[in-house]
């Protein structure tokens, strides 16, 4: 069973044989045992990097017909899995794979781009009050991008004859985001049910610790218990099938067809 933050502060205050309250603003006290349990659940999701905070998003255009090929990255998003963009203009009508190269890569491929050609354009790109040009295509869908600075995204190429710009409803991406909190009595943080208890515990002993200069040492005992627990569950999570790690006589791989498969952070 998931728990509100006014149950964790509750939770706490009665461990630390405290005032009871009906809310977490109804005393100093409560606001601080709030706080730890903020500072511990940003602690966990640091430390275990918990599957929870993966999402789907799309990206920001531009808004911009001089920087047609520009996308922007959305606020709290911490890295980009894949990314893809709807192909309108196949047969098919499908997202297809971006694929995300490094800077460099990028650079000297689009570079390969001749200018001179009438599909061809340059964009302008200022950063820090620097400005670099980028040649991209006007008449295809995107195949390659790149990201600069966590937060732009450059793209080879867009076609000018389906949208002015590249289009954020025409995005589809994967990726870990930065996780949410309210202080709000209501609040449920972000974990799943059997992470509760690590939580929980943890605050405990950082609360014992920070508000009476003494360890609780049942709920340092039971946080290690819970992590060893989550750290032998993310290991089966992540080991390959029976089926998966027999030799591949010829049977077509899960990802032939997926496109490819890019990380960035």
């Known amino acids: 069973m998931k728990l509100t933050l006014l149950d ?45 905070q993966k999402k789907l998003f799309q990206l920001e255009s531009s808004g911009s017909v ?18 893809k963009y709807f192909d309108a203009s196949s047969q098919t009508l499908m997202y297809k794979y971006v694929t995300i190269l490094p800077i460099q890569q990028f650079v000297d ?18 950063t820090d009050s620097k400005t670099f040009l980028f040649n991209y295509r006007d008449d295809k869908t995107p195949q390659f991008c790149t990201i600069i600075s966590d937060f732009y995204v450059i793209f080879d190429s867009f076609d000018q004859t389906l949208d002015s ?23 449920i943080p972000n974990i799943d049910e059997e992470q509760v208890p690590l939580l929980l515990n943890e605050a405990k002993s950082l609360a014992y610790f920070e508000l009476k200069q003494t360890p609780h040492v049942k709920a340092e005992q039971e946080a290690k218990r819970q992590w060893s627990s989550l750290q032998r569950d993310k290991s089966i999570d992540n080991k390959p099938s029976y089926f998966d790690q027999l030799p591949n006589y010829g049977r077509v791989s899960a990802y032939r067809n997926r496109g490819p498969f890019f990380r960035w952070r």
């Open 8 to 52: 964790y502060t509750q939770n706490i205050l009665s461990a630390l044989s405290s005032d009871e309250v009906n809310s977490i603003s109804d005393s100093s006290e409560s606001l601080q045992v709030a706080e730890i349990v903020r500072t511990t659940f940003f602690n966990i999701i640091a430390r275990a990097g918990l599957p929870e």
């Open 66 to 83: 001089i920087q047609p090929n520009l996308m922007l990255v959305p606020e709290g998003i911490r890295s980009i899995e894949w990314l």
């Open 109 to 126: 491929y689009v570079n390969g781009y001749n200018t001179a050609d009438a599909n061809v354009d340059v964009l302008n790109f200022t």
């Open 165 to 187: 710009t590249l289009q954020a409803s025409k995005t589809e991406c994967f990726g870990s985001a930065a996780p949410i909190w309210l202080m709000e009595d209501s609040f």
